[in-house]
């Protein structure tokens, strides 16, 4: 995945995955040595994906993503593994109904890599981009569902506002939302250009001079809007760790502070006790099912972000599960 937040990004950081290293040293003592599986939430070109198959011999990896377009290049690059690998196109809030139709009933081993993918953000044509002029589409999976252009004519403009503030946490969203309403009374915004001009007149000029582009928050809020992320993902995240053998480990990358919100908040409860606090022993059944293996969340470092401007708003949260479900 690349950096959701960026409205470009130098082609080269296309084939790069964030955080490789990291993200392979955190999930090895779950699949070394074992005839192990990975679910993938978020394949999209599979650049984790082949380092970690090249890295497990004995590794079986299900990879998921909602984009066609992606699997198809992911399946290409993933091919001398074609016998080790399930590639399947849903929303990572299917894991349980995909690893159930796999017959697998315990993986060790799941990555997040949320936002957009460097595939999305790059091709013009997808809409996602402030930078570039494109139709206003933004779905992931481009075959389904409604467009960016859809939401921004159709929405009442109190219901605009809330996706721009709860989603692009946008301190403008009533004034933007107000000026979004008032140019589709004469003509529908199709274009990300259009969408852009409108937003230099709607956003204070001195809030952008201090604020960075003023499209970044609006685009955001758009593409999560359209693609349901956040409601995918605080599905998602519980069926993964539910899926998880005691000793498989979960990777989660996040890329702006809503998502790692979640995040935070599942991989807290989940690595706490539910015993009452007024009670001198632990329950049986109710001790941590999970153990934090990063303090926090961690970031890239200037090094990689130096190499892929992409990965400079990560934030990486890991855990290992120490406990399997209560009978």
Do not use: C, W
Not at 76 to 90: E, F, G, K, S
């Amino acid at each position: 995945m690349g950096n959701p937040d960026s409205g470009d990004g130098p082609a080269g950081a296309r084939h790069v995955p964030v955080a490789l290293s990291r993200v392979a040293e955190l999930l090895a003592p779950a699949l070394t040595d074992r005839p192990a599986v990975l679910v993938d939430a978020t394949l999209g070109l599979g650049g984790h994906a082949a380092a970690l198959l090249a890295a497990h011999p004995r590794l079986t990896l299900v990879g998921l993503d909602r984009d066609r377009e992606a699997l198809a290049i992911a399946e290409r690059r993933l091919a001398a593994y074609a016998d080790r690998i399930h590639l399947v196109h849903a929303v990572y809030d299917r894991i349980a109904e995909v690893l159930d139709d796999l017959g697998i009933d315990r993986v060790h081993g799941a990555l997040f890599d949320l936002g957009v993918s460097s595939l999305q953000l790059d091709a013009d044509e997808r809409g996602f981009s402030y930078a570039r002029d494109a139709d206003l589409d933004m779905r992931m999976d481009p075959t389904t569902g409604p467009t960016a252009a859809d939401v921004l004519n159709t929405y009442p403009v109190a219901e605009l506002a809330r996706v721009l503030r709860d989603y692009g946490e946008e301190r403008f969203a009533g004034r933007i939302a107000a000026a979004i309403g008032r140019r589709r009374q004469s003509a529908p915004l199709r274009r990300s250009a259009e969408l852009v001009e409108l937003l230099y007149q709607a956003v204070p000029a001195a809030s952008r001079r201090t604020g960075g582009h003023p499209g970044k928050r609006t685009f955001q809020a758009l593409r999560i809007e359209v693609n349901g992320e956040l409601d995918a993902l605080r599905a998602a995240l519980p069926a993964a760790i539910d899926s998880l053998a005691v000793g498989g480990r979960l990777v989660v990358l996040a890329y702006h502070s809503l998502e790692d919100r979640i995040v935070k908040r599942e991989l807290a409860a989940r690595a706490s006790s539910t015993t009452p606090l007024d009670l001198p022993v632990e329950l049986p059944g109710h001790g941590p099912e999970l153990r934090l293996l990063v303090r926090g969340s961690e970031q890239a470092s200037e090094d990689e972000i130096n190499d892929n401007p992409r990965a400079a708003s990560v934030r990486l949260r890991a855990a290992e599960r120490i406990r399997g479900a209560a009978a």
